[in-house]
């Protein structure tokens, strides 16, 4: 099973600012990899898969970029609708399908 | 637009019984692979299952592997999950997701609580 190890689990960053949220593998998943936001209440949204390649609808200060195991998501200047919980997931050896175990993004 | 409404949460006793549905629309079901994923409160997200497109190809996390079934009525556009012999730590919210080519979730439902107390 590939383990992902999301950090760090608390971010505090001021609106406006950029973000950087950073997600493991414990093997390589190529780029196999997607992100995943999740607001108080509400399901996760699709916000990257591919590593990079933004889900329909989501804006472009959302990047994703790495491959192998290094992965990071950048949010460039934070709205306040970002504050979240953000999930990475690999999708390159499965089953099982797994999640990193998620960052809060958090307004500092 | 596509939509996924999930129903058949509660309450249940340790060792009961409960069946999900997940009724489909927007898109055409058979078309795609689909999953549940849960969510216990205040964690993180953990896939339970998946089949494919006719029910040829299933999988399980471990932590269900027989107790759970999970199945699809494509003539219904519905999803189901028959969760058995349940556990405390089967306590979630479960998610009814579509899997893009088999890989990463682009719709989700918006949940549905399963308790399992006494």
């Known amino acids: 099973e590939i383990v992902m190890t999301q950090s760090p689990a608390t971010l505090s960053v001021s609106p406006g600012e950029r973000a950087t949220l950073s997600c493991r593998a414990s093997q390589s998943v190529s780029s196999s990899l997607a992100w995943y936001q999740q607001k108080p209440g509400q399901a996760p949204r699709l916000l990257i898969y591919g590593a990079s390649t933004r889900a329909t609808g989501i804006p472009a200060r959302f990047s994703g970029s790495g491959s192998g195991t290094e992965f990071t998501l950048t949010i460039s200047s934070l709205q306040p609708e970002d504050f979240a919980v953000y999930y990475c997931?690999?999708?390159?050896?499965?089953?099982?399908?797994?999640f990193g175990q998620g960052t809060r993004l958090e307004i500092k | 637009q596509v939509q996924l409404v999930e129903s058949g949460g509660g309450l249940v006793k340790p060792g009961g019984s409960l069946r999900l549905s997940c009724a489909a629309s927007g898109f055409t079901f058979s078309d795609y692979y689909m999953s549940w994923i849960r969510q216990a409160p205040g964690k993180g997200l953990e896939w339970v299952s998946y089949l494919s497109y006719s029910s040829s190809y299933i999988k399980y996390a471990d932590s269900v592997k027989g107790r759970f079934t999970i199945s699809r009525d494509n003539a219904k556009n519905s999803l189901y999950l028959q969760m058995d012999s349940l556990r405390a730590e089967d306590t979630a919210v479960y998610y009814c997701?579509?899997?893009?080519?088999?890989?990463?979730?682009?719709?989700w439902g918006q949940g549905t609580l399963v308790t399992v107390s006494s």
């Open positions: 997701t579509r899997l893009v080519n088999g890989y990463y979730f682009d719709y």
């Open positions: 997931q690999q999708y390159n050896n499965w089953p099982p399908i797994t």
